[in-house]
């Protein structure tokens, strides 16, 4: 089992750039698929991006491609999302999943373990 601890959120203006971090505790961090959602009020868990065990492959939604980086430090239990070129419509909670089966997901009920999450607001 394990933990996810999400930090790095706030409110910053459109083009800005935030870096979120995901801690997770134990000591098998470098046996899961990890993956970054974000979520709006009312709407659907949305897939950001995912980090794969299968070569170490990265995969992101359409939406934050070219933007965001998913990148992890298994040394300290950690995943980051590095958000640059922010949009007001970026606006949402983040949350980062993990799971130790399969590979990288972008279905939100493929993954066992979740954050608590943080917000993200993007000014206009």
């Known amino acids: 089992q394990v933990q996810l601890v999400e930090s790095g959120g706030g409110l910053v203006q459109a083009g800005s750039s935030l870096r979120l971090s995901c801690r997770a505790s134990?000591?098998?961090?470098?046996?899961?698929?990890m993956a970054w959602f974000r979520q709006d009020p009312g709407k659907e868990r949305e897939f950001v991006a995912t980090f794969s065990l299968n070569g170490g492959n990265t995969y992101y939604a359409d939406s934050v491609k070219g933007r965001f980086t998913i990148s992890r430090d298994n040394a300290k239990n950690t995943l980051y999302l590095q958000m640059n070129s922010l949009h007001p419509e970026d606006t949402a909670v983040y949350y980062c999943?993990?799971?130790?089966?399969?590979?990288?997901?972008?279905?939100?009920?493929?993954?066992?373990?979740w954050g608590q999450g943080t917000q993200v607001t993007v000014s206009s």
């Open positions: 999943a993990a799971r130790n089966r399969g590979v990288g997901s972008r279905y939100a009920d493929d993954y066992d373990y």
């Open positions: 134990g000591r098998t961090f470098s046996m899961y698929n």
